[in-house]
């Protein structure tokens, strides 16, 4: 009896070619996944994008003494820190440097009603939940996530947003918290003893029975 050899079906050498390609630009793949997630872009501090027009925190918030609120009028009340509409803008540069070239797209998006494409800085993963005004009525200021944006002349990420990095403030709030009228003054504190702002800030929070939740469900709705 003659045994009879197997024989792969001739659809098969249609898939020979995909999976050499797949084997061959898998590890290319993994390195470039790998590489984007430790970039700036995904984690790392000093992240300092290129905006389209060169606005100085330093000179508005800084210099000029800018409330942050004035520009990120939304902190207070809701989930995000709006971004200012060009109207915002124009209140003052309709009058200040009207003739300035590096605001000519300002200027340009007043005139067609086209948004400002600013870059985000600081963006969390979509599986995080974090409100901004339920960390600034409470006390936490702009400077504990932002850092001192008021000497910045470009913005850049100046903590790692990590979950770690939460964890830290919602297990030990007493560093990072100060009575909630003076959390945009982002100087705060520097003219006071280490002992001096802790007591400042054990008494806020015992006074508002302040005790941050360090439940999974908090951030990871």
Partial sequence: MT????????????????????????????????AYGFSPQAIDVGYMPEQPIPFSHKLHAGELGVDCRYCHNTVENTQHAAIPPTETCMNCHAQIHPQSENLQPLFESYETGMPIEWVRVHDLPQYTYFNHSAHVTR?????????????????????????????????????????????????????????????DSESWLAINNLNPSQDCSTCHR
């Fill in 3 to 34: 045994q009879q050899r197997f024989t792969f079906p001739r659809w098969t050498n249609l898939a020979l070619p995909a999976i050499v390609i797949a084997g061959s630009t898998a590890p290319l793949y993994f390195a470039i996944v790998v």
């Fill in 139 to 199: 006390g936490v200021s702009c400077v504990e996530c932002h850092g001192r944006v008021d000497t910045m002349e470009v913005v850049y990420q100046h903590e790692t947003l990590s979950m770690g990095w939460c964890l830290d403030c919602h297990r030990n709030p007493v560093p990072h918290v100060r009575n909630p009228d003076l959390v945009t003054q982002l100087d705060w504190g520097l003219d006071m003893t280490a002992a001096e702002r802790i007591a």
